[in-house]
């Protein structure tokens, strides 16, 4: 799975990317001119679009053709604005906004043609399980679906289906933005009593990174031990790198290439932004992320059954890998995958700031000590509060952007508590020193078991995850 902060398309210049668009538009042209399939022309354009909300969120007004960054238009005060652009921008790659508050998610929806996971579904998911929903469910941390009314027909049929996640191990440091999808799949394989697999993609690190592929792999072992920390059950769980099971999986290898004839280098283009200059490697890639959604790609585990329905949760910021496999799926006469997509997790220094892993001080790392978690949030953390203490007294404080806040909306269970804290810091009565203090009370014993958890990780455990074999479920 891709991490979302390395992305080129955001440290891509004005130009590059003013050029990037002059040669969308004339793929689009190309395209509708040789009288393309539809698809292959829709994913072109919805990628135009992309690269120009991204110009636009750059440089603070639209794109012109005849006009290169650098050039301003007669007449055009084009130095503002710049921070008042509307539009975010998302890929695999990328996350960019330029409101505090993050990316607006409602629109994000709209665009990416996802349904927004009301009331309605979260009551239905209650009533399915027989259980309290999860945080992340209550509070719109999981906040659009593709497919969920189905797992959910599935599931009260007593029909099968299984869970799919993954992890891009770009560095050996992981960080608690990474746990969200963890946490997350951990409960519903807890509640649904349903196998998973965790894709590790160690290859596209390879491709992408700088890294030799003994590295890549090295951290995929050393990501597999924070993910099994999370408390997965072995019986039910197979984690896997691609470099290690793609040589070892003829099964796998023919979901690959099944996936590959039926999508052409034109629509990756559309769907991923790749251009002529980006390795072969990178442009066949999305089949091997797209594969572990087809039951058969697992044979120690489903057999030849190709018809066992995958659920998959994930950052919406995958959601273009997998968009593309519902495309592919019913052409190769397998299930759609149906998908949860998580908001992003906020950097310290505030939401529209991305996370990094050779920044220490933009999250709070696995590997923290309590004093290092203290040290962060008390300096780092983005305040929603007021310059002085008399003015917050009086006007209150902006959960909105506040990251403290933020992180106790994903870490702190007690609905009730995290409602007061929201109105005594809206109302004034909480100061950002007090807020903070609450986080951090919240994180050092979250961390702290985590570490404690993950030291009981041996080597062989590793080792047992990731071996392929049969695992433990209900269903025939």
């Not at 403290?404 to 409602?419: A, N």
Request: net charge negative; glycine share 6%.
């Amino acid at each position: 799975m891709a991490d979302v902060p390395n992305g080129e398309q955001g440290c891509a210049s004005p130009l590059e990317l003013f050029n990037r668009i002059a040669a969308q538009g004339e793929l689009v042209r190309s395209l509708k001119a040789g009288k393309a399939p539809q698809d292959e022309i829709d994913s072109a354009v919805q990628m135009l679009l992309s690269l120009k909300m991204s110009y636009k969120a750059a440089m603070g007004e639209d794109y012109k053709a005849d006009c290169p960054p650098g050039n301003p238009a007669p007449g055009n005060n084009s130095g503002l604005g710049a921070t008042e652009a509307e539009e975010d921008f998302v890929d695999p790659w990328t996350v960019q906004t330029s409101s505090a508050k993050g990316i607006d998610y409602d629109k994000l929806i709209v665009r990416f043609g996802s349904s927004k996971i009301d009331k309605e579904l979260v009551n239905r998911i209650e009533r399915a399980i027989g259980q309290k929903p999860h945080r992340f469910l209550r509070r719109g941390i999981f906040f659009s679906h593709r497919d969920m009314n189905q797992i959910l027909d599935a599931y009260e049929n007593k029909k099968p289906f299984y869970l799919y996640t993954g992890r891009g191990p770009s560095s050996e440091a992981m960080h608690v933005g990474h746990l969200i999808p963890f946490i997350f799949t951990k409960w519903l394989q807890d509640v649904f009593n349903v196998p998973l697999v965790i894709q590790m993609t160690d290859d596209e690190k390879y491709l992408w990174k700088d890294l030799t592929l003994d590295q890549a792999y090295g951290y995929a072992v050393e990501n597999a031990k924070d993910i099994i920390a999370c408390g997965f059950d072995i019986n039910k769980t197979f984690i896997f790198s691609d470099l290690d099971y793609m040589g070892a999986s003829p099964g796998f290898y023919k979901n690959v290439v099944k996936i590959q004839k039926h999508v052409t280098f034109n629509q990756v283009k559309g769907i991923f932004g790749f251009t002529d200059s980006d390795s072969i490697g990178k442009i066949s890639f999305p089949a091997i992320q797209a594969a572990p959604s087809f039951s058969n790609s697992f044979p120690q585990i489903f057999g030849d059954k190709t018809d066992v329905q995958c659920l998959i949760p994930c950052a919406i910021d995958q959601d273009p890998y997998f968009r593309m496999t519902r495309d592919v799926a019913p052409r190769i006469g397998y299930p759609k995958p149906a998908l949860l997509h998580s908001t992003f997790f906020p950097a310290l220094q505030g939401a529209q700031t991305k996370m990094s892993a050779s920044d220490p001080n933009s999250s709070i790392f696995l590997t923290d000590t309590a004093k290092q978690i203290k040290t962060k949030v008390n300096k780092h953390a983005f305040s929603g509060g007021r310059d002085t203490v008399e003015e917050h007294r009086e006007f209150g404080g902006n959960c909105d952007v506040d990251v403290s806040f933020m992180y106790l909306t994903f870490f702190l269970e007690d609905d009730d508590r995290l409602e007061q804290i929201r109105k005594d810091y809206t109302s004034g009565a909480m100061l950002t020193g007090e807020l903070k203090k609450i986080l951090i009370e919240v994180l050092q014993p979250l961390i702290a078991e985590h570490q404690a958890r993950r030291k009981e990780v041996t080597d062989e455990i590793v080792k047992e995850f990731m071996t392929p074999r049969k695992l433990s479920y209900d269903f025939q």
